[in-house]
């Protein structure tokens, strides 16, 4: 091993370097490239925000799309807001008229609709366990 000393041009700072010079020779089977190493964490950290990010996303849109087609006149809604209501009309665009009440009709966007109501979407939804006694 080879030991290397110099002083700092603004005191007597002694810094040692010792370079292992003697029995490792580089090869590419010995030293892996720092660039390669990063490289590796890109990818890694790119699959990881796939992951996490973007199928869940996807999943969102493909299942937002689902609900639009089968979105009719009659059929009852829950929108994101929590409001209720029979759909009335479909209107050219992204809008449609819902019937809240008696007489009473809102223009949404379509976009705001979170759930269709009725007998085999309620049927499908997982119901939750019901409370185990502590007998």
């Given at each position: 091993m080879t030991v290397f000393s110099r002083t700092h041009d603004q005191g007597d700072i002694g810094i040692l370097c010792y370079l292992p010079l003697a029995n490792i020779p580089l090869t590419k089977a010995v030293y892996v490239g720092g660039s390669t190493l990063i490289i590796v964490y890109i990818a890694?950290?790119?699959?990881?925000?796939?992951?996490?990010?973007v199928m869940p996303q996807r999943r969102m849109r493909r299942a937002q799309a689902q609900l639009m087609t089968k979105l009719t006149v009659g059929v009852e809604i829950i929108t994101t807001g929590g409001l209720y209501g029979t759909v009335t009309e479909l209107e050219d665009g992204d809008t449609l008229l819902i019937e809240v009440a008696e007489d009473t009709e809102v223009r949404i966007?379509?976009?705001?609709?979170?759930?269709?109501?009725?007998?085999?979407?309620?049927?499908?939804?997982?119901?939750?366990?019901?409370?185990?006694?502590?007998?």
């Open positions: 890694i950290f790119v699959g990881i925000i796939y992951l996490f990010a966007a379509k976009a705001a609709i979170a759930r269709i109501l009725d007998d085999t979407s309620a049927a499908d939804t997982p119901q939750p366990d019901p409370p185990k006694s502590s007998e």
